[in-house]
Each structure stands twice: as C-alpha cells, then as structure tokens.
C-alpha cells in the first residue's frame, strides 16, 4: 500500500496538479449502518429488477476481478472502493463519474470492478450506469443479452425497470445494446436529468457510478457533467499523455469534484500489484 501511494505521490508530482483520493481507512463498516439488504425490503424497484448472474470466467477474461476475489488485484480496487465511499458519504455526494482523455484507458473495467467489489458491501446499495452512447461495451464485457438502453430512459422512452438488471440484492446495472447518434444533445437534454431523478428515486443508491464516455474525442461527458456529484480521471499507463491528463484534470476541476486519478495498466510496478 505504501508502494501504491509513493508511486502515486510521484505520479502526481510529474503530473502537476493531479489530485489523488483523499486518505481513508481500509475495511468494512463504510456504509450507513443498516443490515444487509434484500432486494424485497429495498423498494418495488429493485424487486421488479430482472436478475442477472455474469459468468465468471468471462469476467476474469475481461480483467474484472472482483467478482470473484481469487486474482489478488481484487484487494487494490477494495482499497479504492472504500477510499471513495469514505470521501462521497463526508461530501454528501453519491453521483461519480468515470471518464478518461482517450478511449481504451480503462474505464468501463473499472466502473466493473468497482461496481463487483461495491457489491460486496451487503449495506451499501449500487447503481452502475454506461453513459458512454456512441460505443457502448458493458453489456458484451460482462456477457449481458439482454437489449437494455439507459439511453432510452434518459430520453424518455423507457422505465427504470426496462433499463437495468439486477446481481445479488444490492447492485443494479444499466447498459447500453445500441449506440446513439446526437447523444451529446440526449445528455444535456432536460429529459436526461429526469431519467437521473427517476434512478435516484427508484433505486435510493447510496452510490451511482456513472461509466463515461472518454473527454478529448466528444463533448458527452462535459454534457453529463451537472449530473454528478464527483469524477474519477483514468490515465492509461502507456496511452495518456502528461498533457492530456493535465487538461482533463483542469477541465473536470472547473466544473465538477475531481476525486482523484487512476493510473491503469501500469507494468512498471511490482509484480505483487498484478494489476
Ligand atoms: N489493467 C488492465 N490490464 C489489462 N487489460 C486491461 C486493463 N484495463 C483494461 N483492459 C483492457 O483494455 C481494453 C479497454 O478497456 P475498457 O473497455 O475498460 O476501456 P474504456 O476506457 O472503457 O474504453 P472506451 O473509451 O472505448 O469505452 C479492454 O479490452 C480491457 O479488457
Ligand atoms: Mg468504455
């Protein structure tokens, strides 16, 4: 852990004004004190949820590794789950949203392995939301047929319960079958804000993660922006460039609660990191 935090103290020193999660413990006891959950008790919402079970072994092709917690690496995003639960329930923020410069950094595996590793929180209940409209890959990543469209609900044309499926008690996920033209205009649409309160509403979430589109190839996630509460920057190890993280950074921190910087994909880190 102290290796993680020097590498990303010096990660943060070349990057400039990267800003890191804020310290907090590791371990259970993060959420807000009620028992574990059964999707019955936790509202008509999640009752009426259609279940799901990913396969694991797809998960673990697609480097999800929280699902199951046989690959180590599992134990680094636990850390940063809890770190961003500690730091959203001290702000009052649910709402965080997961982009990066350029595509292929990394975040829907993220939004994945935060989302699972959420999941086995039995008193924290999860939403996870691909917001990423024009290419949408969480439902082919965790193996998910059914034709869900948060796009639809965001513009009005689907219920809450049409556009999410449910694993275990505790975590709902909505994904995206097709890809959608104009989405910058469906994201800052008025529409779409709705479809956000409704999920809110149906689902009482102690946490929403958003999984977002990248920020320097379209506008959509600075439309989605006024929708969160806090982001997370991904910077791919060997695709970031220093610059493109430092005009992110600034871009996101004029405008939203930047919770920190995650560097994937890193080989030059000891091989007990794995991940
Ligand atoms: N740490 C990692 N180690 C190895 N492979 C990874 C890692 N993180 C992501 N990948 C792989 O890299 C590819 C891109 O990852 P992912 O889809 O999560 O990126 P993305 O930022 O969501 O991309 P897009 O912008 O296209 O939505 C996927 O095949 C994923 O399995
Ligand atoms: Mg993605």
Redesign the pocket.
């Known amino acids: 852990m102290e290796r993680i935090q020097a590498a990303i103290q010096k990660a943060k020193e070349q990057r400039g004004a990267v800003v890191a999660p804020s310290p907090g413990g590791v371990g259970g006891g993060v959420g807000p004190g009620r028992g574990p959950l059964r999707a019955s008790q936790v509202g008509p919402a999640w009752a009426e949820l259609a279940a799901f079970d990913p396969e694991p072994r797809l998960l673990a092709r697609?480097?999800i590794v929280t699902f199951e917690d046989v690959d180590p690496a599992h134990s680094h995003f636990d850390i940063l789950r809890t770190k961003m639960l500690r730091t959203m329930q001290r702000n009052g923020w649910t709402s965080v949203g997961i982009t990066?410069p350029?595509?292929?950094?990394?975040?829907?595996?993220?939004?994945?392995n935060l989302a699972f590793s959420l999941a086995r929180q039995p008193d924290v209940r999860t939403v996870l939301v691909e917001v990423?409209l024009r290419?949408p890959?969480m439902a082919r990543?965790i193996g998910l047929k059914s034709p869900q469209s948060v796009a639809g609900l965001l513009q009005g044309s689907r219920s809450v319960a049409e556009s999410f499926v449910r694993y275990g008690d505790n975590l709902a996920i909505g994904t995206n079958a097709q890809s959608v033209r104009d989405s910058a205009e469906l994201l800052m649409n008025a529409r779409a804000a709705e479809g956000v309160a409704a999920i809110k509403s149906a689902f009482l979430p102690d946490i929403i993660v958003y999984?977002l589109?990248?920020m320097l190839q379209s506008d959509d996630a600075m439309a989605f922006l006024p929708q969160l509460d806090c982001v997370l920057l991904?910077a791919?190890a060997e695709k970031s460039r220093l610059d493109e993280v430092d005009k992110c950074e600034k871009d996101l921190a004029e405008q939203s609660n930047v919770l920190g910087v995650v560097l994937?994909?890193c080989r030059y880190m000891s091989e007990e990191f794995g991940?």
């Open positions: 697609n480097h990066s350029t595509s292929g950094c990394g975040k829907t595996t993220l939004a994945l990423d290419r890959s990543q999984d589109p990248p991904v791919g994937n994909s991940y």
